[in-house]
């Protein structure tokens, strides 16, 4: 019984307890109680396959380097800007911000894999 199963039979537990009403919902949740416990022991015993683990994304807290690049790139847009706005006018703000906004882009995609 995969998650979607679990999920599943959770959502028709509590379809039957809305239907039922709360003086069958002791009964409900014991049904559905004994159903992962039928399926942790068959899992246990080898009868079902382990699931595939989840690949886990790094948290803020064991790699804080995306918020850094966020601060600097907001630091450094500044002067980039004002800079590219005195040589080139406009085209040059948009030229400069795509960059940053590319730097930042290719960090949260790099993140991701």
């Given amino acids: 019984m995969g998650t979607d199963e679990v999920r599943k039979d959770l959502r028709a537990a509590v379809a039957a307890r809305q239907e039922l009403g709360p003086e069958y919902e002791a009964e409900i ?7 992962l416990d039928a399926r942790d022991r068959h ?4 009868l079902l396959p382990e699931p595939a683990p ?21 630091v450094a847009a500044i002067p980039i800007t ?26 949260t995609m790099a993140r991701r894999r």
């Fill in 29 to 35: 949740i014991d049904s559905f109680l004994e159903k």
């Fill in 43 to 46: 899992r246990s015993a080898g």
């Fill in 54 to 74: 989840r690949p886990r994304h790094p948290s803020r807290e064991t790699d804080p380097g995306g918020l850094a690049l966020a601060i600097v790139s907001i």
């Fill in 82 to 107: 004002a800079i590219a706005a005195g040589m080139i006018g406009p085209f040059g703000v948009v030229i400069c911000w795509a960059g940053l906004v590319a730097i930042n882009f290719a960090r």
